[in-house]
Every structure is written in C-alpha cells, then in structure tokens.
C-alpha cells in the first residue's frame, strides 16, 4: 500500500511571502528526491489563475480545491469543510485544514510550520487580519495539530510560552534556496539596481523589530567610509530609512535604499557586500542570514536566541551596544574578510532542504 503525503501549496498559487513561497518549493522538491520507498508526494493547491499551474516534477498530481486562496484561508480559521480531506498532510505554513481527525485508525496526520512569531510578539507591525488570522490558526494547532514545526529550538522555547503544544513541537530548520550562488551576471544586475561594489549590507523594513535603526547607527560609528545598501525595504519606506541613516551620521550619498529583489538579483548583491549586518532580535528565521552564510558573505550580528543559534562561530555575534566594534574588527583587514567569509561559508552548508525534507519524512513516519 503507497503512502501519499499531501504536503499544502498554495504559496505557489498566491504567494503571500517570497520567502514562504521559496520554502514551500524547496521543501516539497526535497520532499521528492527522498521519497521513501512506498510513499509519493501530492500536492493540495486552491484555485488560481490557469497561467499559475504547480509545476513541481515528480509530484503524483496536485488537487485543487474550489476556493481560491483568501476565501480557503477564511475557510480554514473558521474550521469549514473545504474538499481538501485527510491523509497525510504537511503544509510548510500553518494554512492547513485544523480540524478533528483520527490519527490511530485512520492514519490521518497534519503537520503545520510557523517561521516567525511577529503576530504574537510585534503584533502593531503586521496588519490586523493577518494577525488575527495567524493567532486563530494556531488555537486550532493546539486543538488539532499532530505535530508544529518551527525551524529553532529558540524558537520552539518562545512558541511553547506562547500555546500549550507539549512534545508537538518540532525543530527543522529551513536553509537558502538549493544551488544558491552569486550569478555570472552580477555586476551587470548591480549596474541595472544602480548599486556600487564593495557596500555593507543589511535587510529589513523600517519597523521596529528589525532594528534597521540599530544596524546603521553600527554602521556609522564603526569608522568606515563605505557605501551601504539596504534591501527588502517596504514600499513607500525609502525616507524613513533615510532619516535613520542620516542620524546614524551617513552621508545621503553613501545610501542606497532597495525593495525587495528575485533571489538571482538578491544574490548578485550579496556578492557585492564586504559584510552583512543583521541587528534584528526578533523571534524570526533570519532569511537573509542564511543567504549570507550560503554565499560566504562575511556576517556581523546582534546576539540573540536566534542569530547564536543560527550562526554559532559562522560570523561575528556581538551585544548592541557592541555592534559598532565587531563591524570594524570584522572589516579590519584583507585577511579578517577573507576568514570571516570562510567561516560563514562553511556555517552555510550546514543547513539544506533535503536534511529539512528527510526530517519531515521522518516526523511523518514518527507520528
């Protein structure tokens, strides 16, 4: 008898997140290539526009349900049937049919993922129907759930103060996108972003919780004179970020403010970057981080449960108040870069989607 593990898909059909929709490819691809032996992979889609297919080769097939995916997620906070049924389901969010279901008789199995605990933590960031949508989900993980995916253990500690899951929450840590690498053609991709070479790098939107403000006022006291990039900025920020900079004391013309990019744009800056700088501490998996490592851009951060537990001695981990320091020791010489890019460059390779997905196999077969 075939086991068919139904793993959810809809960021594919209606992203909400690149990042979400990057680690829902990567993760069912994995999937694929360690199928066990018995078993197959089904995808489960809502309706989408017929120019959005799931392309995904090996998948046995991919069911769409009749809701489009706004009116399924409504759907499914609310615990209405939806047509996607049981068996064995793994969604890599937590967009996933909630509901009673037998385990022990009839081998039904969902498996959910949570990446970032914003909703709960920094709630006044996100927009109120995403939060409320994410805090009712997960009162029906709790009710319903077979087991929680998080991708830290920080993570999980954070998450268990948050909802009573017990022994369901699991760690699996996410990675880069598989075959990551700076592109042939980056330095005309950096032409066309009208970006310079040798910049430092750092990512996030203007909002409190990724401490932009902390990471330039690092940047601006370190001593150095170097161009600064700063991308994934959200639409309409560029003169807040701006303000920031200028009272970190970096001169407008050392600034260049970017949106969010594609990974082959994303990865032709990051070849650009003498270092990255990652000051947010929130209870987040640090996307950009993990590119950095993959890439082998040295990587300066602000100590918190999740960057020590993601870069241990893969880059510079350093207190606020310290940020400043650790950015010029890191940038001090040829030969500092040159170390510090090896080290986050074999700190990368430790994290993989294929690990993730054998993982997930295993966590399937556990339960």
């Not at 319903?144 to 998080?150: F, G, P, S």
């Not at 970006?195 to 006291?221: M, S």
């Not at 490592?293 to 951060?301: D, K, Q, S, T």
């Not at 040829?334 to 997930?360: I, Q």
Request: hydrophobic residues 50%; proline residues 7%.
């Amino acid at each position: 008898m075939t086991a068919t593990l139904r793993v959810m898909l809809d960021q594919l059909v209606a992203p909400t997140d690149p990042d979400l929709q990057i680690a829902a490819r990567e993760l069912t691809r994995g999937l694929l290539a360690g199928t066990p032996a018995g078993c197959e992979v089904e995808g489960v889609a809502p309706a989408g526009p017929a120019d959005r297919p799931v392309e995904i080769p090996g998948l046995v097939g991919v069911r769409r349900t009749a809701l489009a995916r706004r009116e399924l997620a409504a759907a499914l906070q609310f615990g209405i049937a939806t047509g996607i049924g049981g068996g064995m389901i793994h969604s890599p969010t937590l967009l996933a049919p909630l509901v009673r279901h037998d385990r022990v008789h009839e081998n039904d199995q969902t498996v959910v993922t949570i990446w970032d605990l914003g909703p709960w933590e920094a709630p006044a960031e996100w927009p109120k129907s995403v939060v409320s949508w994410h805090r009712a989900m997960l009162k029906r993980a709790v009710k319903h759930a077979d087991a929680v995916v998080v991708p830290t253990h920080s993570m999980a500690v954070r998450l268990g103060e948050i909802a009573t899951l017990g022994e369901r929450i699991r760690v699996i840590a996410g990675a880069a996108p598989a075959g990551l690498t700076v592109p042939s053609d980056e330095v005309g991709r950096r032409r066309l972003l009208d970006l310079p070479n040798g910049f430092v790098l750092l990512a996030g939107r203007a909002a409190p919780t990724d401490a932009l403000a902390a990471g330039l006022d690092a940047v601006g006291h370190a001593g150095l004179d170097l161009p600064v990039v700063v991308i994934g900025a959200g639409e309409g920020e560029e003169p807040a970020i701006a303000d920031l900079a200028a009272a970190a004391g970096i001169p407008e013309r050392n600034l260049h403010v970017r949106g969010l990019l594609a990974t082959e744009d994303r990865a032709a800056v990051f070849g650009g970057a003498v270092a990255f700088v990652a000051p947010a501490q929130r209870t987040a998996f640090p996307w950009r981080v993990l590119e950095a490592l993959a890439l082998g851009v040295p990587v300066v951060a602000a100590s918190s449960p999740m960057h020590d537990e993601i870069i241990v001695d893969g880059g510079m981990l350093a207190q606020d108040d310290a940020l400043a320091e650790a950015l010029a020791r890191a940038l001090s010489s040829s030969a500092s870069v040159d170390r510090l890019g090896v080290l986050a460059a074999d700190r990368g390779r430790a994290y993989s989607w294929r690990e993730a997905a054998d993982r997930v196999w295993q966590l399937h077969a556990d339960l």
